[in-house]
């Protein structure tokens, strides 16, 4: 089975996210609430997308992006930045290679899960179409 992990430190942010994502879809979730967890949680199973949140305990979301990124074995672990600093997560994404997406904070969670349904998928939605 697909599934996503979810590197974010707002509990109950996580918990409906991973309640919709379960619900919505047919891949399950992992949640992890502090940045320097998702190296070894990636580690351990190595996800279909990785949702995450820029400001996080332990590492930042920008410093774990930057690890994953640089990690031949996570090449092709699509990343989509779930953040409230929207255009820091943009400069990220730009100058890296991979397939990235930045949403922002407050977010509309059906459009959230149709994003996760189609990176996970490897399509784009019709609404990021360009």
Do not use: W
Request: charged content about 25%; aromatic content about 4%; glycine content about 6%.
């Amino acid at each position: 089975m697909k599934y996503v992990l979810i590197a974010e430190d707002d509990p109950d942010l996580a918990e409906v996210l991973a309640e919709a994502i379960g619900e919505r879809t047919c891949l399950a979730t992992h949640i992890v609430a502090n940045g320097a967890l998702v190296p070894d949680a990636i580690a351990a199973s190595r996800p279909d997308l990785l949702i995450l949140d820029i400001s996080l305990p332990g590492l930042s979301g920008l410093d774990v992006f930057d690890l994953v990124r640089n990690d031949p074995r996570y090449i092709g672990v699509p990343i989509l930045f779930l953040t409230s600093s929207p255009e820091k997560a943009a400069e990220s994404a730009l100058s890296s290679s991979g397939e990235q997406r930045v949403i922002a904070k407050p977010f509309d969670l059906g459009e959230l899960i149709r994003v996760v349904d189609h990176m996970v998928d490897g399509t784009k939605p019709a609404s990021m179409v360009a």
